[in-house]
């Protein structure tokens, strides 16, 4: 099945920026979902549960932000690299977790992890003080 690939992610300091890259593993899931699908980032921090950050319908390009993200962080997709991107901006040290890229069919945009079907392995963000 489709696995989404994340990359960028890495070691930065506060009010720094990173920027986030999820791309499908297979370029012809978007057209057999007939682009109704939902791409969201999630992070899990050490001993704490897994979070959605943001996400993003393809087709609309709506977008949710957790009340941590909204503000600094913004998600945008790039349909003809079937990429989704997640810039963050003015890090703070309690950004840091590892960060997955997860999909779901359908078309409501959930915030929840178990509504995803499809996960990325995850890339660490870790922010210092």
């Known amino acids: 099945q489709m696995q989404p690939v994340e990359s960028g992610g890495g070691l930065v300091q506060a009010g720094d920026s990173l920027r986030l890259s999820c791309t499908a593993s297979?370029?012809?899931?978007?057209?057999?979902?007939?682009?109704?699908?939902?791409v969201g980032w999630f992070r899990q921090a050490p001993g704490k549960g897994r979070e959605l950050v943001a996400a993003?319908?393809?087709?609309?390009?709506?977008?949710h932000y957790s009340r941590s993200a909204e503000g600094r962080f913004s998600i945008t997709r790039d349909n003809a690299k079937n990429t989704v991107i997640l810039l963050m901006n003015r890090l703070k040290p309690e950004d840091t977790a590892i960060y997955y890229c997860a999909a779901r069919i359908g078309t409501q945009l959930m915030t929840t992890p178990g509504e995803y079907s499809y996960w990325g392995q995850g890339t660490q963000v870790s922010v210092s003080s």
């Open positions: 297979d370029p012809t899931w978007k057209n057999r979902t007939f682009h109704n699908f939902i």
């Open positions: 993003i319908r393809w087709n609309t390009e709506d977008s």
